[in-house]
């Protein structure tokens, strides 16, 4: 199809196609933004605190009540059974405590719908009423399918690009079929830098985080684990910190997808011929130090014809 | 010369082994398990720490509430209790719960038993051979729940270093098993449904091919055919997309499929069947048949309708492995049909939130067991996805491939 593309359509389709993809995309970004927060911010914001100071007024009640009950009784006992009202509540308190401290603004709604349609998936914003998880399903459906094809698209086209920009910087990238050969070592590097400037960026934005907590968190996000330990603007009070994850897994993923299309002709097909270099290097190595004579002269023929 | 020879088919075999769908499973699983000691080695005991700190944080915190409980009670609750006193001491009762429970949540000690980690009356360790196979299973297949997160250096390392091995592993199984369970899948389906088309169609030999259920199609770059290999622009851009997903290896079928529309390729490919040194054939699908027979798009459309899984089944079989999970873990775990399906829907989609995890309540006895039927339901259920995207992408491919004609984006002429 891409060399459909290529040697008939003209470029201008090609970049109004992504361009109507994107749109499409960051539409339905912005619009389940709006959704999930209207469901999970507004409509059940009230029931987790009115849960909570439910059941607080409940475990006051039960105090004033024992407190009644044991007035003329011995303090120990008073005591041991405040202590198990306590320990009541400290287990209401942990069950409660997920839907409590969720701050639905429309930033962290942002990630959160992000953080499904790319499957990354952290977990620091859940939904937790009956219609936001239904909503989390339906909207990923369609999601996750738009999400790859539009990753699928920017690869494609930032693979030509990068192609493009090498041919021009290095003469000597170019193969017999006209095509840019990129190598493994380039898209790998590529991940890897920006791995390591993310690190940099979130340390450096991020106090509480140490290097290798930061670079810990960039990769965990990018590789669409999503374990959500750490989630940059999690911590603080301020908004609009959400976004900057935003950005860097979208861009992130698309850079990914661009390596993946740069190291698919490349990838196995390199490993293969590693391999084969291995197992003859290894054979040499085996044969030269072999006893039989015979084996060892023909590690020095394999040698020869390694040249 | 000679005894270079067995040692180098031997060598082949090993690999050929290796790369077979036994091979790659039985490694991913090796994988999984070595995973499940390796980060319960370097988790556990920095569990038991953890617990014996916050513990030790919560229990002055717990006293000194008991403390000003029992002051208030003392101070206000005496034998004259007018009203506004009463008052004044639910006031202050409140104000004093309020501080506890926002000490407790900080101080995050959840009551359990230190001591008794790991003993038949104590808690489980959230880090046990089951929780370290939990999370490596859902660190490679980028689930990822986070319900537990390595909190060593050590474990966030070795973490970092087991994904970047253990997700390239996982997706090239993934890759090769969802290919041989479509094929076996197609022919299945083949002959309840389509027996009248298929003897039509037996006389073309490439049907026998297609019908063939091949081994690792990842053989694909193996070939020496640099032409096949380099002409990766062919992608379609879905293909890419599915180059991501679970499905697919980094060498694609999709390469294989649209280089096929070139008639040399596509008869060396089928000389090559037999030739390749390692035995592995190409994968052949249907799509094989577009090339030999002569037709246009409409035909082929055609030709694939009557061979290629409709999309509705694939999506049933997706829905009812939900549907299954669902059920499981609603009666095991006690949840309500909503959140097992929300469960199911969440993990197979590798998003993976986390707040919804069977075995993860450290109470429950069962919780070990919980955790490995978990981690088999997962894998099980990546293979099955992996399945059906691979059923799917023929008719995705070939939808896409209108849409893009309809849209002026591909001219109808096809790619010679």
């Known amino acids: 199809m891409i060399q459909g593309v290529r040697r008939h359509a003209s470029l201008g389709k090609t970049f109004a196609a992504l361009a109507a993809l994107l749109i499409i995309m960051f539409g339905y970004v912005l619009l389940g933004a709006t959704i999930f927060l209207f469901i999970e911010g507004t409509l059940s914001y ?87 998880r239904v909503a989390t399903i339906v909207y990923s459906v369609v999601g996750i399918p738009l999400t790859l094809v539009c990753l699928g698209m920017m690869g494609t086209i930032m693979a030509r690009g990068f192609k493009f920009v090498a041919v021009f910087l290095f003469e000597d990238v170019v193969t017999e079929e006209g095509e840019a050969y990129i190598p493994l070592r380039v898209s790998l590097g590529v991940m890897f830098s920006y791995l390591f400037l993310g690190a940099v960026l979130f340390k450096s934005v991020e106090p509480a985080w140490t290097f290798l907590e930061s670079f810990y968190y960039c990769f965990i996000t990018l590789s669409t684990i999503g374990l959500g330990d750490y989630v940059y603007g999690a911590d603080s009070e301020k908004d609009t910190q959400f976004v900057v994850s935003v950005f860097y897994l979208m861009f992130g993923l698309s850079l990914l997808s661009m390596c993946f299309n740069l190291m698919q002709d490349q990838a196995l097909y390199q490993l293969y011929d590693f391999l084969s270099f291995a197992i003859k290097k290894y054979r040499e190595y085996a044969n030269s130090y072999s006893t039989d004579p015979r084996l060892r002269g023909q590690a020095a023929i394999s040698s020869d014809e390694t040249e | 010369m000679g005894t270079q020879q067995p040692k180098d088919s031997c060598c082949k075999m090993i690999m050929k082994f290796l790369f077979s769908h036994i091979g790659l ?15 319960e080695h370097l988790e556990k005991n920095n569990e038991e720490q953890i617990c014996y700190e916050s513990r030790s944080e919560y229990q002055p915190m717990e006293n000194k509430t008991i403390e000003s409980t029992l002051k208030i009670f003392y101070d206000l609750g005496g034998a004259i209790t007018t009203k506004s ?51 490596s299973v859902t660190v490679i297949s980028t689930i990822g729940y986070g319900h537990i997160a390595p909190k060593t250096v050590w474990g966030r390392l070795v973490c970092i270093a087991y994904a970047v091995l253990g997700i390239p592993l996982m997706l090239l199984c993934l890759a090769n098993i969802g290919d041989v369970l479509a094929d076996i899948f197609r022919f299945i389906y083949a002959r309840i449904c389509c027996c009248g088309c298929c003897r039509k169609k037996k006389k073309d030999k490439d049907k026998v091919v297609a019908m063939k259920p091949s081994e690792s199609n990842s053989a694909g770059p193996w070939e020496s055919d640099k032409s096949m290999i380099l002409n990766t622009n062919q992608i379609p851009p879905t293909a890419t997309e599915f180059s991501r997903l679970p499905t697919r290896s980094p060498t694609d079928s999709f390469d294989n499929n649209d280089t096929q529309k070139r008639p040399g390729s596509a008869a060396s490919r089928n000389g090559k069947v037999k030739i390749v040194p390692l035995e592995v054939s190409k994968k052949n699908d249907p799509i094989v048949l577009d090339d030999d027979s002569d037709s246009d798009d409409d035909d082929d459309l055609l030709d694939e309708q009557k061979i290629t899984v409709p999309l509705t089944i694939t999506m049933i079989v997706i829905g009812g492995y939900i549907f299954g999970g669902a059920i499981l873990f609603g009666l095991w775990e006690g949840w309500d049909w909503l959140q097992s399906a929300y469960f199911c829907f969440i993990t197979l989609s590798t998003i993976g939130f986390g707040d919804v995890v069977p075995g993860t309540d450290f109470e429950n006895p069962q919780a070990q067991a919980q955790l490995m039927i978990g981690a088999v339901y997962v894998l099980f259920g990546m293979a099955i996805l992996s399945m059906c995207f691979s059923l799917m992408q023929d008719e995705i491919l070939a939808k896409a491939r209108w849409i893009g004609q309809k849209l002026g984006i591909i001219d109808k002429e096809s790619e010679e």
């Open chain 1, 46 to 132: 009230k029931r987790p605190r009115t849960q909570e100071q439910e059941i607080r007024d409940a475990t006051l009640e039960k105090l004033v009540e024992l407190h009644e009950l044991n007035f003329t009784g011995s303090n120990t006992t008073f005591r041991a059974e405040v202590l198990k009202e306590l320990i009541k509540y400290t287990r209401l308190i942990r069950t409660t405590k997920e839907t409590e401290e969720q701050k639905w603004t429309y930033d962290a709604s942002l990630l959160y719908v992000v953080s499904l349609v790319t499957t990354v998936g952290y977990g620091n914003l859940v939904p937790t009423s009956s219609p936001g």
């Open chain 2, 25 to 39: 499973c039985a490694m991913v699983i090796l994988y999984c398990v070595a995973g499940g000691f390796i980060f």
């Open chain 2, 85 to 135: 006193s009463r008052e004044l001491m639910e006031i202050q009762l409140r104000s004093v719960l309020e501080t506890f429970r926002n000490n407790t949540l900080a101080i995050g000690y959840d009551g359990r038993s230190c001591d008794l980690y790991g003993k038949p009356a104590g808690p489980n360790y959230e880090w046990s051979w089951a929780g370290g196979l939990m999370f």
